[in-house]
């Protein structure tokens, strides 16, 4: 015999998201693409590198979020966001920080 649940509402919200799921596809692609700061970031090569991602995401498929991790540099970001706002029109930067030694959390949406 079945008891009442205390928690009716679970039933119906798990259920629902199956239903969301199947409904509607969200592809998401996380990255972390290492754009230190300096000097580390001199190291690597960066404006090339960003050039490449920007050069991979235009051919390849298309994601509906992108979330690029160890993006500290805004001038990466705006090149990048450059090549990339024709298929990714919108963004949610990180601030900027203002003062040597500090940073950014480097997430890049």
Aim: aromatic share 12%; proline share 4%; hydrophobic share 40%.
């Amino acid at each position: 015999m079945l008891g009442k649940s205390k928690f009716p509402f679970i039933g119906l919200f798990i259920l629902g998201m199956v239903f969301s799921a199947e409904e509607n596809d969200l592809t998401i692609l996380s990255w972390n693409i290492k754009m230190l700061t300096a000097p580390y970031g001199w190291l690597h090569n960066r404006v090339e590198r960003a050039e490449n991602i920007v050069h991979t995401l235009n051919t390849a498929e298309n994601y509906d979020v992108i979330l690029f991790q160890e993006v500290f540099s805004g001038r990466i970001r705006k090149l990048m966001y450059k090549g990339l706002q024709s298929i990714y029109p919108y963004q949610l930067i990180p601030k900027d920080q203002s003062c040597i030694g500090k940073s950014n959390s480097g997430l890049w949406v």
